[in-house]
C-alpha cells in the first residue's frame, strides 16, 4: 500500500488560480521541452545528412578531377595530333623539287671533270647553278648540252664572268614552268 506523504505544512496551501497557474506553467515547461528535444533530434538528423551529402558530393569532385585531368591530356594528344595533320596535309600539298632535281642531275652528269659546280639552288619553279669552266670548250659543250635539253622551257644566263686565274663564271636560271 502506498503511503502519501505531504512535506508541505497543513496550514499553507496553494491557492486555486495560483495552482492553475503552476500546473499550466509545468504542461508548458513539458511541451517546451518535448519541442527542444524533437527540434535538437531534428537539427542532429539535418547535420548528419548535410555531412554525408558533402562528404559524397567531394568524393564526386575528386572523381570528376581525374576525369578532367585524364581528358586535359587526351584532349592535349588530340590537338598536337591534328595540328601535325594540318601540317602534313600542308607538306603533301606543296609541289616537289625533286624532278628539278632529276633534270639538272642530266646535266650536271655531262660536265667535264675540270669543270666545278659551284652553287645549286633547287625548287619547284626553278633551278640556280653556278658553275665554273676552266677552257672555252668545257663551257661551248655546256651551252650545247643546254640548248639540245627539252628539260627546261626557260633558260636564263644570269650571270657570265671571267678570271684568267681561274675561268668562266656562268649562272643559269632553268625554269621548268
Known sequence: MA??????????SISGS????LKLTKMLGVIA?????VFALGLSALFILN????????????????????????????VLLKDRLSKIKTALLLP????????VNSLVAVLPPAT?????????QKVDLTIRFNATGDLSTFM????????????VLTTFGYNPSSGYTVGVRLSSI
Open 33 to 37: 521541452a518535448a519541442f527542444f528535444l
Open 144 to 155: 650545247k648540252s643546254l640548248a639540245t635539253s627539252k628539260s627546261f622551257t626557260s633558260v
Open 96 to 103: 616537289s623539287a625533286i624532278p628539278n632535281l632529276d633534270k
Open 51 to 78: 555531412t554525408i551529402t558533402l562528404n559524397r558530393l567531394n568524393s564526386d569532385v575528386n572523381t570528376l578531377k581525374g576525369q578532367i585531368t585524364a581528358l586535359e591530356s587526351t584532349e592535349q594528344k588530340a
Open 116 to 124: 666545278i659546280l659551284s652553287e645549286l639552288n633547287v625548287d619547284p
Open 18 to 21: 495560483l495552482g492553475k497557474a
Open 3 to 12: 503511503v502519501k506523504l505531504n512535506l508541505l505544512p497543513q496550514g499553507t
